[in-house]
């Protein structure tokens, strides 16, 4: 645990100077979270809901854009999230080689990869309330139990962003990015009850879903825009929590290993 040790509240100097980067290109960094969901509603939610009008969930039934507008809300924080923590740090490590530079500075290598982290799970963040904002628009939000999505947003862009800086740190070349992507972000954008309810899947699908990170969160922010919270939501925070603290964990001593070497 001495990785925790090294963590310093000087872990903000990182985040500020992500964020002031961001605001330099504030245009590409705001425009996507806005217009991404607005592709997504129309594509799917008013192509195919033409089609699936309406969906049956949890013995309740509700129009197929206002089912899988929630899931678009967290897969913006996953995609937000994962891939700052991923593509940005592996670049800012390997290419810009910011984080030599920050090395120079009386910040630690933990402060450096832990404000990482918390950048990416801060862009996650922005990008799940932008979503929330656009759903909101168009009345597919119940509030105020949607405010929950906030608090759910960040722990799960904490997890996701940890799971971008452990692939960052395992990936000898930026290509090599492609395979989690591949592998493990693709997987959890179609089978994590994004677009369809998880209980018509096979048994073992199903199984395997559950343990998808994604599913957790989406299973949170579609209840609270729906406007059914329950006290069984704690074990999807606990669940995102948990796995969150261990693959950042991972993910700064796995990286703090190659920034050594």
């Not at 001495?2 to 964020?19: A, D, G, K, V, Y």
């Not at 030599?100 to 402060?111: G, M, S, Y």
């Not at 990936?171 to 018509?200: A, C, E, H, R, V």
């Not at 001593?253 to 070497?261: F, G, Q, S, Y």
């Amino acid at each position: 645990m001495s990785l925790l040790r090294n963590i310093s509240p000087r872990l903000l100097r990182i985040w500020q100077r992500n964020f002031d980067v961001s605001l330099v290109t504030w245009k590409t960094n705001v425009l996507p979270p806005l217009l991404e969901p607005l592709l997504y509603i129309f594509a799917f939610g008013f192509g195919l809901g033409a089609y699936v009008q309406e969906i049956s969930f949890e013995g309740r039934t509700y129009e197929y854009v206002a089912f899988m507008a929630p899931g678009m809300v967290a897969v913006g924080v996953m995609f937000h999230a994962v891939f700052e923590s991923m593509y940005g740090s592996f670049v800012r490590m390997r290419y810009q080689k910011t984080f030599d530079a920050v090395l120079h500075t009386p910040l630690l290598i933990e402060d450096i990869l832990a404000g990482e982290i918390l950048w990416g799970a801060t862009k996650g963040l922005f990008a799940g309330v932008a979503v929330l904002a656009v759903i909101t628009a168009f009345g597919l939000a119940s509030y105020p139990s949607s405010l929950m999505v906030i608090p759910a947003a960040f722990t799960a862009g904490i997890m996701f962003a940890g799971f971008g800086l452990f692939f960052a740190a395992i990936s000898p070349y930026i290509d090599n990015l492609n395979l989690p992507t591949f592998l493990f972000i693709t997987p959890m954008f179609l089978f994590s009850g994004t677009f369809f309810p998880l209980d018509g899947l096979p048994a073992w699908l199903r199984g395997l879903a559950m343990v998808l990170p994604l599913t957790h969160l989406v299973t949170v922010v579609r209840a609270s825009t729906f406007g059914t919270l329950s006290a069984g939501l704690a074990v999807n925070f606990a669940f995102m929590a948990v796995v969150g603290f261990a693959v950042s964990y991972i993910g700064i001593k796995l990286m703090k290993e190659r920034l050594i070497k």
